[in-house]
């Protein structure tokens, strides 16, 4: 047995082939120590262990002080009770992926505090922790990487026996860490003790309700291989699995699966809650928000068809949350939720997550007034802390931040995201690097630089070492802010190239909250001020559709315009343009540079009486932002602070490597696309359901407004099942132009900016239909990638069509009857099959059998000929079918029989509409046209010999409900009228 020593004192790896061996060399050399096996729970060492050493009623008193909420202590003491507790009522379907992160660090934190509280109890110095699952191990391995990020006082001994070099692989990785961590690895195939076959669905069921994510989609991809069908028990723990792991695209995928049987169901309960599922998802992926508005919008939709008054609220909320609501619409959703009594803690909860949104604020403030509306938060406060909720009370303080800066009260303002930042640290939220960059923004702003500069590079560090591309750009623009305000633009400059440099390796196109135009014009001015150039001019000069931006994108933008202008009475028009919408943000720094060029511009021109008006209106606001009068009255660097000591060509390395897997996950997107497509391609059968399928799964993979197939063969127009109609097709296709000019044909999409129109085209050349895919705005555009992998989805569906469409001629060809036109038997068997349905399905529903044969047709078929004889059997079966009504079926038996089907119809009133055909088809001698036409001079027929038709009648009641009976009894009254003479119904 060999001995390894590591970097940290006290650490050693032993390396066996025996498990026996293993654990004996643990009993000699420690003390105190208890050994956990893994049973058929992801955390069952912990599980068993609290519940023989420690009480349930002991529970809250050992939590105290942890940080831990009192949801997440009611869930575990319910767990240990053995209470069936679904962990998806820990998550509220708003925007924060965070509130997955957080919940299981409190769940794991409570976990340490319990075997913390036992070890001190009991003198256990060491808990060896036998890893004999895969399945199981994995959720075990997060648990210990936590033990290691946290100060506290357990040992753990990890024994590994299983065959796999992925988990643990490394053991060094361990030390240096503030444990004593002692490894055991050991390579055996021989099952211990305790490990006995373990059942893939118990399992699922216990790791979901332990929050091990990971295990969860570990073991749910093994049942699936083996064939198991999804329902819906099966998916929402798998939904919420992939959400915890941070897995977005594949929980998106389980969603979207799971609504396609709902969907068949019809259960608009079930929609509504799964489309919001889907919106929030979209959320917190940053991306597809006009998904996100979509689901959200057909979750209301649905919740409003449900008539369910809390789905109603829950989904409301939701449009509020996707900020689709108005200020006033947000004060009914809270007196609506206040009037609801049932379950009256999670819609307590919702009132205080809306105040606590940073849009209620925002939204509500010129309604309310900011007295009320901190009256709110304050009492939102004293809710979150009554219930230990710190995530939420975090993010409370954020926001009484914010408020406070609007207020000009800048030194409230910190102490606010400071609180807020202590709890984000405390909760090991990924919340904190935007905290950093909020009280770098708040320090800067108060001009206390060198601070604000601190929290900036915390920011920029902490988003490098996660490898965070998105959030080290968000950092960088808030250092090339901090730069620029101190005049320092040599190292705005390097941070603007910087930030470029990344955004265009890793494929950004936008930042949050930071419009491209914005980012423009810093660096235009940035340069300006070095006597540069930017290439971002261009981009300025050439920005279209300006009314599309938002006031601080237009403030910018003016800014921006003014800065190359060479006409000073433009410059000055602009300026203070820009000005006019700085006003309506809290940009007051970039309101300083602006003013600072509107003075001097002013200057130049000989104004300076405007200019010294300009000047005094800082008087006032100096009070609040001191560092306003050093901005306005020098061009030197105001203080030095030096660039953040970061490998920058290993970060746009990283940048390429996010593009890199940008790329990949969206082939394996597309991939998944296609998987879709082609299930809907084998397992439907329907044409209208087939195309109805794939414009939904259209509609929920790529961004749009209208998705619509339009069908040539039937002249209809297919919209996706739950569609939220924006237009008006029924009816308005001109289908003659819509091959050539789709929008001329459809004027309610004249307005598409973005579209493209796929023809469906047969092997034959013939064009079954179109299909549309576009927006009403420049945001949603389908890539040239996305438009490509459609294009082949729809090669796959075309042809199952044209499959489906020569089947369907096949088949109406076989039920067909090839002489009148008219269906033949197995047409008819098709009918009185689905009659027969209707009678089972309504007790008072009744249809009637009309048999029907042409009297002396084979007088005419011998003497005039087969040719005649079949002309004469066409006519009469035209005659016939004008003469009954539309709903009736008419089929031809077999030679001169022929038969109607009178749905809803007794026979009493059959008898008397057969009555009236035989008037009607016979008012007129057809037949004798027909001999005419066709034979050479006048013929004469005898009386006796003129063609007429007997009937027979009967109804499904009288026939006892048996189809046998009906034919028969139909088929000997038909023979009672030839009998009794020609030309009468029985």
Known sequence: MEEYSLISQGDFLIKTNNVKLAIEEVKNKLHDYVILFQQQKPLSPFSDFILEFCKIEELPRIFNGQYISKRVEDYIISLFRGEDVGVH?????????????????????????????????????????????????????????????????????????????????????????????????????????????????????????????????????????LGVKLDLDFVEPLVYSHLGAFRNEDAIDYTTSAMEGIKEEGNTLLLAKYNRLLAYIYAITQSRWNLTVESAKKAMEFAVKSGDKRQIIFSKAQLFFVGALSGEEALNLLEDIKKIKKGKASLKRLYYHIVSFYYFFVSTRDILGLEKINRMIRSASRYYKRNRDYYHLALLHHLRGNILMEEGENNEAIREVRKSLKLAKRLKSRYITHLYNSLSHLLYTSGKFRESYKFAKESLLLTVKENDIKEVCMSLVNMSYLYMIINDFKKANFVMDLLFRIMYEAKIEELPIHPNVKLWVMDVYIKDNLGLISPCVSMVYNLKEIENLNSEALA?????????????????????????????????????????????????LGKYQEAENLENYFVDLRRNYKFYGVLLSTEKVIINLPLPNVNWELVVNEAKNRYNLLQLQDRINQIKFLERIQGIVISENREEKLIEKFLNIITNSFPNDVVMFVDRERGSVYLP??????????????????????????????????????????????????????????????????????????????????????????????????????????????????????????????????????????????????MVGDIVLKEFAAILKSNVRKLD??????????????????????????????????????????????SQGNVTLPDDKKLSMSVGVADFKESGYNIQKLFDLSDKRLYTSKSKGKGIVS
């Open 89 to 225: 009522s820990m998550f509220e379907e708003y925007f924060e992926d965070n509130e997955f992160y957080v919940t299981r660090n409190e769940f794991f934190t409570a976990l340490l505090a319990v075997l913390e509280y036992i070890a001190k109890l009991n003198g256990i110095k060491y808990f060896i922790l036998v890893l004999n699952s895969k399945e199981i191990s994995l959720s075990l391995e997060k648990f210990i990487d936590f033990v290691l990020d946290v100060k506290q006082e357990v040992n753990f001994i990890i024994v590994d026996s299983l065959n796999d070099p992925e988990l643990f692989q490394n053991p060094p990785q361990f030390s240096g860490r503030k444990l004593n961590i002692l490894n055991f690895f050991y390579r055996n195939d021989d099952k211990l003790e305790k490990d006995g076959d373990i059942d893939l669905k118990v399992l699922l069921s216990e790791s979901y309700k332990w929050m091990a994510w990971e295990t969860c989609i570990y073991v749910a991809n093994q049942i699936k291989s």
């Open 556 to 604: 910018f933008y003016y800014w921006g315009m003014s800065i190359q202008s060479k006409d000073l009475d433009e410059k000055i028009k602009l300026l203070y343009k820009s000005l006019e919408y700085i006003g309506k943000n809290e940009f007051k720094y970039v309101e300083v540079k602006i003013l600072r060029d509107l003075i001097i511009s002013l200057k130049e």
């Open 721 to 866: 099942s739950d569609y939220s109609e924006k237009i008006d097709v029924k009816g308005l296709v001109n289908f003659d132009i819509f091959a050539t000019s789709p929008k001329r044909s459809i004027p309610q999409l004249y307005n598409l900016l973005n579209s493209f129109v796929l023809p469906f085209v047969f092997s034959n050349g013939e064009v079954r239909g179109y299909l549309v895919v576009g927006s009403f705005s420049e945001g949603k555009f389908l890539k040239a990638d996305e438009i490509n992998i459609i294009d082949i989805s729809s090669m796959l569906v075309k042809s199952k069509l044209e499959i489906l469409a020569n089947l369907r001629k096949i088949e109406k060809i076989s039920k067909t009857d090839f002489l009148t036109g008219l269906p033949n038997r197995n047409g008819i068997d098709d009918v009185i099959i689905s009659e027969v349905e209707r009678c089972k399905r309504d007790a008072n529903y009744n249809f009637s059998l009309v048999m029907i044969d042409l009297d002396n047709f084979k007088y005419y078929n011998d003497t005039f000929g087969h």
């Open 889 to 934: 079926f008419v089929g031809r038996y077999g030679g001169d029989e022929f038969v109607v089907i009178m749905p809803n119809t007794d026979r009493d009133k059959a008898v008397y509409a057969a009555k009236r055909w035989i008037k009607g088809v016979f008012s007129t001698d057809f037949y004798l046209d027909v001999i005419k036409s066709l």
